[in-house]
């Protein structure tokens, strides 16, 4: 439990620190990314989303819910729906230990949980080290949400954008009036 409660003040001191960075830059985009593992890829999303990394709890399951929505949680008064990010993006299912987490994030103002296998780390990425996501032709693939390939030293990162993941329509959790 100490490595979740490590990473969830790594997480928040970030988160903080990225939008004093912002404000200084006049707003400008942070390069801060909160990198996470699903199966053998890494993935990075922006800091700023980030709530707080919590221990994987078993959620209540919700009845007709797609495969990829695991249920909901009460987090501190606040019913949080939680998404499998496994199931949604058609990794290889893993099973759950004690390396899984969920990331909560503020998307458009609601709170939402995304499973991960397990957070890395917390990186700053230059302009420079980030690529764009590569085009692929075919329809079965939508590539929409992946905004470049971080390179770090040896490692190579899938840049996300959280916010449009977790607001399509496909994943039901936001209302079109919050667009």
């Known amino acids: 439990m100490d490595m979740i409660t490590d990473a969830t003040e790594v997480a928040r001191h970030e988160a903080q620190r990225a939008v004093q960075n912002a404000k200084s830059r006049g707003g400008a985009p942070g390069g801060e990314f909160l990198t996470f593992r699903l199966g053998a890829e890494e993935y990075g999303i922006d800091i700023l989303r980030v709530q707080e990394i919590r221990s994987y709890e078993q959620p ?3 009845a007709n819910a797609p495969g990829f929505i695991k249920g909901v949680v009460n987090l501190r008064g606040v ?5 499998d990010l496994r199931l949604k993006l058609g990794c290889d299912s893993a099973e ?3 390396f899984t987490v969920v990331i909560v994030l503020n998307v ?4 939402v949980g995304a499973v991960v296998d397990s957070v890395s780390d917390v990186l700053e990425l ?8 590569p085009e692929l032709s075919s329809g079965q693939i939508d590539t929409s949400y992946i905004t470049g390939i971080g390179s ?3 490692r190579m990162l899938i840049l996300m954008d959280i916010e449009a993941l977790m607001s399509s329509a496909d994943m039901g959790l936001m209302d079109e009036a919050t667009f």
Do not use: C, F, L, S
Request: proline share 12%.
């Open 126 to 133: 230059a302009p420079d080290t980030i690529k764009p996501a």
């Open 108 to 111: 458009r103002g609601r709170v």
């Open 60 to 62: 209540t399951r919700i």
């Open 79 to 83: 019913i949080v729906p939680i998404v």
């Open 96 to 98: 759950y230990n004690t």
């Open 152 to 154: 770090v030293a040896d």
